[in-house]
């Protein structure tokens, strides 16, 4: 069974770009979430995919943006880059309603 | 009502001891309650959960007590190790689509000590 896996690891961008985050959900699940996770905090709900369609938004402004595929990989986008989008990102797995959420390594971004 | 509060911020424990972490929340719709592991630069890794229906729920040297009317749980780690040294998070959310999102309490750093 393989698990959660995200790329890249590392990412550094400046201010004003866009970024793509990679996410391929654990074996048999076809629900993807995602989570930012500040310095010294506990991750926070961006947004969730279920059946490629978006199925639920945390509070974060539309220039995050996602996208779910067939395969039930999933893409974070985020627009016009600020400093304080500095974070480990976070992708879930998990199967449908279930609550069980499987965590992927994370991707962490510095924005310069 | 969406929040989770967890405490303490940080805990050392020698080895051996144990080690308790209580977290609360406020919105009664929550219906699962999961622990989680992270070490540094690592995703979190799922722990052990609870539902409202039982009181306590163990896994090895890892127990959950859940206390629904106090809206209050908590993990206790027995005979802890130096290995378990790690930031520790509780959540809590409800069943079913945009309602399972995970919220989650802001974090213990346990350390260990041999």
């Known amino acids: 069974e393989t698990g959660v896996t995200q790329s890249p690891t590392h990412l550094i961008k400046t201010r004003g770009q866009q970024v793509t985050l990679r996410c391929s959900s654990q074996?048999?699940?076809?629900?993807v979430s995602w989570y930012q996770q500040a310095l010294g905090q506990g991750p926070q709900f961006i947004f969730q995919y279920y059946r490629e369609e978006e199925n639920g938004r945390g509070n974060f402004p539309p220039r995050f943006s996602g996208l779910q595929f067939p395969n039930y990989s999933s893409e974070l986008n985020v627009n016009a880059l600020e400093l304080d989008d500095s974070a480990l990102y976070l992708c879930?797995?998990?199967?449908?309603?279930?609550?069980?959420?499987?965590f992927g390594p994370g991707t962490r971004l510095t924005v310069l | 009502q969406q929040q989770v509060k967890q405490s303490p911020q940080s805990l050392i424990v020698q080895k051996g001891g144990i080690s308790i972490i209580n977290c609360a929340y406020e919105?009664?719709?929550?219906?699962?309650f999961p622990w989680y592991q992270q070490f540094p630069g690592k995703g979190p890794a799922l722990l052990i959960a609870?539902?409202?229906?039982?009181s306590e729920k163990k896994e090895g040297r890892f127990t959950i007590s859940f206390n629904k009317s106090a809206k209050q749980f908590s993990l206790h780690i027995m005979d802890s190790q130096p290995g378990d040294s790690a930031t520790y998070f509780c959540?809590?959310?409800?069943?079913?689509?945009?309602?399972?999102?995970?919220?989650f309490g802001t974090g213990t750093l346990l350390a260990v000590q041999p």
């Open positions: 879930a797995s998990s199967f449908g309603g279930n609550n069980e959420q499987f």
């Open positions: 919105n009664t719709a929550f219906d699962y």
């Open positions: 609870i539902r409202p229906d039982v």
């Open positions: 074996s048999g699940h076809n629900t």
């Open positions: 959540a809590a959310s409800g069943y079913g689509g945009a309602t399972n999102k995970l919220i």
